[in-house]
């Protein structure tokens, strides 16, 4: 029986698809406006009972959108959270709806950790990422104002060819804003994304190697998204370097000082889209991640536990065993297991093998097979 077979480690729930910036990236393919439809505030606040009927340790919970700000409920919706015993964190957009205000608020209904995306070093790469000018500015300041705050800031970077050069400037940045958790995404062509906006496979090695070698001296954390063969260069590396690695633990490899607290808490164990991992849109579909569009139910119609447990969509992505291709024959397919919306973006098939992955497992080579 796998890890996350029962309860997942993380729910994603997507508070509406409003937003005033048109990042290139866009998942959600944000809209200006919410969607009438969206989950009402007393269907929120059900859907966080959900939540918390998958028992102990609770999973965590993240406020993402469009804008979770776009929102007026928004504080209710983190304070009853809070009160039935969840750590909420949240993502929100840097628009001027990002308030001293709205922090303090935030904070008084007890959000543990607060997230903004800073996908280029200086104004202009950042910038012309978001399709928005100013919007790196505001979130410097923003910063700022969290720190007056105390609260936990993570900050969320897209790995993508147009920031790619910028990489080594910004883990300065981080270091200046001093974030607890660099979350470092790697592009998917889902929504907005496009194909030629990734980085080569090659060039994904490249950055996990990098990446490592950063996290052995980073004061931050470094997690990354959409990017599950960074654990297999974290593991090999580790070995190299003599550190204790077990299969499973990447806490170890991944964070300098155990003792740290980043707000929320991280797992140890292999998280990928439906496993570990499930995502909430704002019309209450069930998905494996928001980068994994198909839905496998919706909490208008079922509880979320029974469609995170028992929905074949789900059950296979948690069965490493029966991926194909390499993945499927891969020794790191349990921790690692490849991005299944990757998989799902460029095959169509979400148990497909990793298309950007550059490792040929042994057992792979055995067959003659080539990638």
């Not at 978001?130 to 970077?157: K, M």
Request: include cysteine.
């Amino acid at each position: 029986m796998g890890m996350f077979d029962k309860s997942p480690f993380i729910v994603i729930w997507e508070v509406t698809r409003a937003c005033e910036l048109a990042c290139l990236h866009c998942r959600a393919e944000a809209q200006p406006k919410a969607d009438p439809r969206q989950l009402t505030t007393e269907e929120g606040y059900r859907l966080l009972d959900q939540i918390r009927e998958f028992g102990n340790p609770a999973p965590v919970v993240v406020f993402t959108g469009g804008d979770p700000l776009m929102r007026p409920d928004l504080f209710d919706l983190i304070s009853y959270g809070v009160s039935i015993g969840l750590k909420i964190s949240m993502t929100p957009s840097a628009t001027p709806h990002v308030t001293k205000e709205a922090m303090e608020k935030a904070k008084a209904a007890g959000l543990s950790r607060w997230a903004f995306s800073i996908d280029g070093s200086s104004p202009e790469i950042h910038d012309a990422f978001r399709g928005v000018a100013g919007s790196f500015q505001r979130t410097i300041q923003a910063i700022e104002y969290l720190h007056e705050l105390q609260l936990p800031i993570q900050i969320n970077t897209t790995v993508s060819r147009y920031n790619l050069h910028d990489l080594d400037n910004l883990a300065d940045l981080m270091k200046q804003l001093q974030a607890v958790l660099w979350s470092v995404f790697f592009l998917v062509p889902t929504g907005r994304g496009k194909m030629n906006d990734m980085i080569s496979p090659e060039e994904h090695e490249q950055v996990f190697q990098w990446l490592y070698e950063l996290s052995k001296t980073a004061p931050f954390d470094i997690k990354t998204t959409a990017a599950q063969h960074y654990r297999r260069v974290a593991i090999q590396h580790g070995k190299e370097d003599g550190r204790n690695v077990s299969r499973m633990d990447l806490k170890g490899v991944q964070r300098n000082d155990p003792g740290q607290e980043d707000g929320i808490g991280r797992s140890m164990y292999g998280v990928n889209d439906g496993n570990g991992f499930v995502f909430v849109s704002h019309l209450g579909d069930v998905q494996p991640s928001g980068f994994l569009p198909v839905t496998a139910g919706n909490v208008r119609k079922q509880s979320l536990a029974d469609i995170y447990r028992n929905s074949p969509v789900f059950q296979s992505l948690r069965d490493p065993n029966g991926f194909k291709g390499k993945c499927g024959v891969c020794n790191f397919r349990f921790v690692c297991g490849g991005s299944r919306a990757r998989a799902y973006a460029l095959t169509g098939d979400y148990l497909e093998s990793e298309p950007y992955c550059v490792y040929l497992p042994p057992a792979y080579q055995q067959t003659g097979q080539t990638v």
